[in-house]
T-cell receptor
Framework: GAGVSQSPSNKVTEKGKDVELRCDPI?????LYWYRQSLGQGLEFLIY????????KSGLPSDRFSAERTGGSVSTLTIQRTQQEDSAVYLC?????????????FGNGTRLTVT | KQEVTQIPAALSVPEGENLVLNCSFT??????LQWFRQDPGKGLTSLLL?????REQTSGRLNASLDKSSGRSTLYIAASQPGDSATYLC??????????FGAGTTVTVRA
């Protein structure tokens, strides 16, 4: 596909369960970001991958959150032992080189609901 | 820490009126500023990217200006249409490569 693809589009899970969210960036894009958007809130930075460099994990809210990017392409965001406050839309974005000289392309997000 | 503020939070105008959306940021050490549009239940769509060395960018009815020294950007949308109704977000890329987003301005264009 031509755009950033995220799956699933919706996920409902029980408190305490683990979830995995997937992001397929645009082919050839080296930069990949994860953001979280809570109801009525702005976008909260979670993690940034750039090529083969060590990811910037400074936005991850707790050690229950982790992310990996395999082969410089697909990325998975994992939330362990989910809590109700984790409910939000999780957005993935990619860009051609670095975001300082190319626009970001966002997926439609995964809406996570923790009951 | 970079703080990005967008004013107003919401705006309602009649069709045909020009729109003016404001964005301010606290740290002028940026690489670029980007404007995005978000429709309900969707991701963000990039509208314009202004490099730190530029003062404005134009695309069709959209024009964005950047005054880096004062930490301000303005998005102008000429001759608004109902299809322009959406939330508009600005984001700055700081020197640590992170994007910091404003909370957005929700625009309603009344037919």
């Amino acid at each position: 596909g031509a755009g950033v693809s995220q799956s699933p589009s919706n996920k409902v899970t029980e408190k305490g369960k683990d979830v995995e969210l997937r992001c397929d960036p645009i082919s050839g894009h080296t930069a990949l970001y994860w953001y979280r958007q809570s109801l009525g809130q702005g976008l909260e930075f979670l993690i940034y991958f750039q090529g083969n460099s060590a990811p910037d994990k400074s936005g991850l809210p707790s050690d229950r959150f982790s992310a990996e990017r395999t082969g410089g392409s697909v990325s998975t965001l994992t939330i362990q032992r989910t809590q109700q406050e984790d409910s939000a839309v999780y957005l993935c974005a990619s860009s051609g080189v670095r975001a300082y000289n190319s626009p970001l392309h966002f997926g439609n997000g995964t809406r996570l609901t923790v009951t | 820490k970079q703080e990005v503020t967008q004013i107003p939070a919401a705006l309602s105008v009649p069709e045909g009126e020009n729109l003016v959306l404001n964005c301010s940021f606290t740290d002028s050490a940026i690489y670029n500023l980007q404007w995005f549009r978000q429709d309900p239940g969707k991701g963000l769509t990039s509208l314009l990217l202004i490099q730190s060395s530029q003062r404005e960018q134009t695309s069709g009815r959209l024009n964005a200006s950047l005054d880096k020294s004062s930490g301000r950007s303005t998005l102008y949308i000429a001759a608004s249409q109902p299809g322009d109704s959406a939330t508009y977000l600005c984001a700055v890329v700081s020197n640590d490569y992170k994007l910091s987003f404003g909370a957005g301005t929700t625009v309603t264009v009344r037919a």
